[in-house]
C-alpha cells in the first residue's frame, strides 16, 4: 500500500488519475480498516479563511482542534465533535454529533458547499444549485464514497459562551440513573445537551450549556430529582466553546475503541435495562433538538427521529440493548459485523443515495465493504 501526500487539488487529481483503489484520509480515525492500493494523505490540505460574513473555507486535511482554534479567533465556531484530532472531513461527511448540535444540528448541517475530485479526475463545486444530488450525498452518508472532497464550506456560527457540565460519581443504582437520563436528556431543552456514561461502578455525566449558571443548575435539578438522590454536578460559566472543547478532548482522550452502535428512537425497556447494566462500559449521547427538526430527506444522515445513541462495549451488551434499538447506526462509528450495514446507516435515504453513486461513480472506483 502506498500512501500518497496531497497538498494540492492537483495532487489529489494526478493520483486518482494512476488508478488503484484509492482511499482518502482527513484524520485518520476510520474505526475500521478501508482496504487501499493508495491512500491519500491530505494533511497537507489544511488552510482555514473565515470571511467576515461567517463563511468558513476549510481543507479537508483540517482536525478539530485546528478548526475550532482558527475559528475561535474570528469569533466563530461549529457545532462539531470533542476528539480535537478527529478529521473535519470524516466527521463531516458522516454527520457530525456533539455538545452543541441540539441547538445547532449536526456539522453536515451548516455544510453550505464543497470542492470535490471525482472518480474521473474532474474537479467539481458543489452546493444548493450546483451538483445537488452530490451535494446531499455529502451531508451525512459517511466519507470515501463519492469523490475526493478537497475544501469545504461551512456556515459558522458566533461562538457561544457555554456552561460546561460535569459530573463524576460512584452510582450505587445505575439503572436509575440511566432511567432518568433516557426519560429527560432527549426532550432537555435545546440549549442544553447532557450525555451519560456508566462504566463499572461509576456514573459520569458531560455536557454543555448555552445558558448561564443558575438556569442551567435549575434545569440539572430536575434531572436530579428524576433519579432522587443529588448528582455532584460542577459547572464552569462563560467558557468559550473551543475551551470547553478541548477540555473534554482531554479527558476522553483515553477513550477504549468504540466497538457497537446503535440509535433509539425510544427508552430502553426496564427488563432489558436491568440485564444490560453490568455488561460493560454503556455511553449514551443525547439526540433530539435541532438534529430532529430537519427531514430525513433534505440531506443524506438519515437518523432525524431519534432520541440517543448507545455505544457498548462489546457483543453481549449490543444484542441486549439491540432489543430496543431502531436498527439505525451512525455513518461515522461503522461496524462490519452489522447483517446489512447499508440500511442500517442510511434507511430511507439508501435508494437515492444508490442513484448518486451510480451518477457520480460508476464503475464504484471508491469502494469498499458496506460503502452504499
Ligand atoms: C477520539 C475520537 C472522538 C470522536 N468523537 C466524535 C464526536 O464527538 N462526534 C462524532 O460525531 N464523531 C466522533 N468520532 C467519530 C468520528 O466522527 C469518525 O471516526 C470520523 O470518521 C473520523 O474522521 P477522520 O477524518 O478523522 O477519519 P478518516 O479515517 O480520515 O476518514 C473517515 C472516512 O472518511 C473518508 N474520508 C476522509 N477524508 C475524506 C475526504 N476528504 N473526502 C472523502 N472522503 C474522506 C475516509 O476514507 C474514511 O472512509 C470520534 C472518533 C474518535 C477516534
Redesign the pocket.
Known sequence: METVQCRSVADVVDAIKRGGRV?????????VD?PADVVLD?SGLKSIDVRSDGVATIG?GALLGEVYRELHAAGRALPA???TT??I???T??????LVGRKYGLTCDRLIGARVVLADGSVVECDDEREPDLFWALRGA???QF????EFRFDTVAEPMLTRIAADWPADEPETVIAAWQAWAPDAPDDLTLNLTIDGPRAVLIGASLLTAEPTRALLAEFADLIGTPVPFELRAGVPLSTVKASFAEA?RE?PPRIRSEFFEQSLSDDVLHELVGTGRLAFTAMGGAYNRIAAAATAFAHRNQRFLLETANDRSWSLAHADGSGRVYP??PNLSLADGPAAYHGENLARLRAVKQAYDPERFFAFPQAV
Open positions: 482511499v482518502p484520509r482527513g484524520g485518520g480515525h476510520c474505526f478501508r491530505l479537508a465533535g470533542c476528539g478527529v478529521g472531513a470524516g466527521l461527511l458522516g454527520g457530525g454529533i456533539g459517511g466519507g470515501g469523490g475526493v472532497v478537497t476522553t477513550e461515522n462509528f
